[in-house]
């Protein structure tokens, strides 16, 4: 066997066993298993482990905008026409989180932690000064004291004649600062004087800055993956006790600031917010792409905050059968200590439409107002959000109070928030190296397979080598005497010996002798 033979023998065996072997790497996804298997067991919230740190102390900005509806004809609304607002803002504010007393328990199995937040105001991304910007929407302590007393046949005059004492009105002029941070209220402040409990300072976000939301008890991922920053128990319980039916007093996801690895696209993503004091789902909407890196976009489908008609779960989140509002509403007054407040989307996005036509200015749009979350599906991170979400007040005519009796029953829109986050260069750069490794490592089959078609490709080309050779051999005829001239008719062929010796490589061997000596 020549060296030539040797060889292709050997590439062919080369190239079998590459095709072969990463075939069936591919086809069993052994290398994608353990790519996976792998970022199950890196990906949880224990002690140095690879997001452990920025899990307590997240290195992406977060910025926290607030838009506020300035009503502009309070009186002819009092009088019974459509009111008319005007949105102002933003007003933004860098929002600085970190989880404090972080402890861990049973076994790493489950970490404990205090969600604080602090607000610092950015005037190159505001409209104005808070400080000096006013706002007249609807006077909210007011409304929660009337709405509180209701119905009483004594306490209720007794409140109205106080009110008209103080100048208290069913609207209210204040500072962006004072309507956000907190002021002294007039109202409030007579009724603490016989009521410690009642606070005298009212504001949107007071006692908000600085400050955390009660503890979180949550699962590390350690035993299951699936369970990554799912909420254990929040202020002790495993579920809250506002609503009428343990599946709307579930507490059922994240915080929404971690989620598990490995999404796909047919799974609800739950999350647990405070400040709706319940879970709401999220599925998915489209692929996305934020700094070059893959996402899915989930995002709060209409059937969250549907009416109990159109989505019979949502029965559980009526205050009473007749306090339950139509689609795109939420009444959170059970967490609110009774106040008329009501949760929806920005303009009433997704809301019915009488809502939108009900308040002169609203003007819904899906870029503008829409809740998402752009999560990249192998490591779960959180690559861009917008949490989105607006506070009304709820007005109607109130028994024992004259000055609502002109009044029709009325969703007020006083502010919304947008609450954004996108993933920072040196972050983005991270998960970038890690989406590599993995794509490499899942991959890996592919090069191997790749390898085989190179190894292939030579295969063919040697074959093609030898095949052309041996074609030359055999078309190789000794024809240079036919066309011979007489001057070089001077040589002969003859075997070397009678006998022709025979190579079994070779061939025959033949001597060239001159023409006149038969002793050659």
Not at 246 to 254: C, V
Not at 478 to 484: I, N
Not at 497 to 518: A, R, V, W
């Amino acid at each position: 066997m020549t060296r030539r033979s040797c060889a292709i023998y050997a590439v062919g065996i080369i190239c079998a066993s590459l095709l072969a072997v990463g075939v069936g790497l591919f086809v069993g996804q052994v290398f994608r298993t353990l790519m996976h298997n792998r970022l199950k067991k890196e990906i949880v919230l224990v002690e140095g482990s690879r997001v452990f740190a920025s899990w307590k102390s997240p290195p992406p900005p977060v910025y926290m905008e607030y838009f506020f509806f300035n009503v502009t004809n309070v009186d002819a609304f009092l009088e019974g026409s459509k009111p008319e607002v005007k949105q102002i803002g933003p007003y933004t504010y860098r929002e600085y989180r970190y989880k404090d007393n972080v402890s861990m328990g049973e076994n790493d199995k489950m970490v404990s932690a205090y969600n604080y937040k602090s607000f610092v105001f950015l005037r190159e991304k505001s409209v104005g000064d808070p400080a000096v910007d006013v706002i007249n929407t609807v006077n909210i302590p007011a409304w929660a004291v009337m709405n509180k007393l209701k119905g009483s046949f004594w306490k209720a005059p007794m409140m109205a004649v106080m009110m008209n004492t103080i100048g208290a009105g069913l609207f209210a002029t204040h500072t962006v600062d004072e309507w956000l941070w907190g002021y002294v209220d007039p109202l409030l402040a007579r009724i603490a004087t016989t009521n410690p409990e009642v606070e005298p300072v009212f504001g949107l976000m007071y006692k908000k800055n600085g400050s955390h939301s009660g503890e979180f008890v949550y699962h590390t991922g350690k035993e299951n993956y699936m369970d990554y920053g799912r909420v254990k128990t929040w202020k002790g319980e495993s579920q809250v006790t506002f609503w009428n039916s343990n599946q709307s007093n579930s507490i059922n996801g994240s915080d929404g600031s971690a989620f598990h690895p490995l999404l796909n696209k047919k799974e609800r993503i739950y999350i647990f917010t405070p400040d709706l004091c319940r879970s709401i789902h999220m599925e998915f909407e489209k692929d996305v792409e934020v700094k070059g890196i893959p996402a899915y976009r989930f995002t709060p489908p209409r059937s969250v905050f549907a009416s109990k008609e159109e989505n019979p779960a949502n029965e559980g989140f009526c205050v009473t059968p007749k306090e339950c509002l139509g689609t795109g509403l939420l009444k959170v007054s059970p967490c609110r200590k009774g106040a008329p407040v009501v949760a929806s989307f920005p303009h009433f996005y997704l809301a019915d439409n009488k809502y939108v036509a009900a308040i002169e200015g609203m003007s819904p749009k899906r870029q503008h107002h829409q809740t998402f979350l752009d999560l990249n599906p192998t490591t779960g991170v959180i690559v861009r959000a917008n949490k989105r979400a607006q506070i009304n007040i709820l007005l109607s005519r109130l028994s024992g109070f004259a000055k609502t009796r002109t009044l029709n029953e009325t969703v007020f829109p006083v502010m919304f928030i947008n609450e954004s986050v996108v993933i920072d260069d040196v972050s983005a750069a991270r998960v970038h190296k890690l989406l590599l490794i993995a794509t490499l490592v899942s991959h890996f089959p592919l090069i191997i397979v790749g390898l085989g078609a190179i190894m292939l490709l030579v295969l063919i080309i040697l074959l093609f080598r030898a095949r052309t050779q041996k074609n030359e051999v055999k078309r190789t005829v000794f024809t240079k005497p036919l066309y011979a001239t007489s001057n070089e008719e001077d040589t002969s062929y003859s075997p070397v010996s009678d006998k022709e010796k025979e190579d079994p490589q070779n061939g025959t061997y033949i001597s060239l002798t001159p023409k006149g000596d038969p002793q050659a």
